[in-house]
């Protein structure tokens, strides 16, 4: 690199850092987010508001925060992830300026104790950048998940043609039907309920927040059930928690009928509704258990999955 090319660089760096950013915070009920999750209020915390890093009068980037009456700001409380977005690519720089600017005004109000949940890379291309620099501002990481997931429309379609036909003939030996449909009732919670806690796997689902969850957000939410012999032995719940994008949320099957490639069955479903809803990736989840890595799950998981990225929960205290 010549001493000139050096000397652009260096000029072309000074105006980014220099260029004016504003932070705003609003209610976050007031804007429409793609992630819909953003603008559902958690009942436990008094407010929820959105941190807006704007140039020019245009959202750069946002983060959403539920601010508690003891001090604490989440992002975001009883939800898969909260965390950074950004609207347009930063410099790292800028990016480090927006953290500052929202831990200086959570302290102008009171807050102490500061807890982010960063989405995985799929959701946020600069996720891995962000957690660099929440670290490097003085962050602690709490806990960190593993996540499966299949990215590519194209590809999602093309496993979806694999699998069906060969899960298809398997199926219809042993009379098992599959279906998937907006919610229209929420009995499939008892089940699944039921059926995980007989093989001893703690449900800490807040069933009331997810009825709202489903009732403001009908088409948000696909039930995928699987039958035998007209009576449902399997639920799989899937979210499209963003315009572009499955969730593979919640599962289960009854242990009490022992039957053949029925996880199979309901993830390939998933895949389905994936190409049916024309996403660019599916969410398999994490798979921990609560000191160890889940490995069969994991295992299980790999055989759908093109991609693993981590979700990181930091925290700080101001």
Known sequence: MTTSET???????????????????????????????????????????????????????????????????????????????????????????????????????????VTIT????????????????LFKSGFVQKKLVSHHFFIGRKKIKKQLQKETAR????????????????????KFLKSIREWNMRKGYEITVDEDRLVRQVSEYPDRYFLTSLANNGEDIG?????????????????????????KNGGELMLNDLFKVAVEQKVNFIDLGSS??????????????SRFSNDVSNKVTWIKTI
């Open 235 to 259: 639920y799989c719940l899937g979210v499209k928690l963003t315009s572009d994008s499955i969730y593979y949320y919640l599962s289960a099957l009854n242990p009490q009928v022992n039957v």
């Open 288 to 301: 921990d258990l609560i000191a160890v890595a889940n490995h069969s799950l994991m295992f299980f998981k």
């Open 118 to 133: 960063q989405a995985p890379k799929p959701y946020e291309i600069q996720s891995d950048l962000i957690n660099y620099l």
């Open 167 to 186: 899960l298809q003939s398997k199926s219809r030996e042993v009379g098992l039907r599959i279906s998937h449909s907006n919610i229209s009732n929420f």
């Open 7 to 113: 000397l652009i660089i260096l000029k072309n760096f000074k105006k980014v850092i220099n260029e004016p950013h504003n932070l705003r915070v609003i209610p976050a009920w007031r804007a429409t987010r793609d992630y819909f999750l953003s603008n559902f209020l958690c009942e436990a915390y008094q407010e929820q508001l959105d941190f807006i890093w704007e140039k020019s009068q245009k959202c750069k980037a946002v983060i959403s925060f539920a601010i508690s009456e003891s001090g604490e700001a989440v992002s975001l409380p009883e939800s898969p992830f909260g965390g950074f977005w950004i609207m347009e690519t930063l410099s790292s720089s800028s990016i480090e300026a927006f953290i500052s600017a929202v831990l200086e005004e959570l302290g102008h109000r009171g807050i102490r104790s």
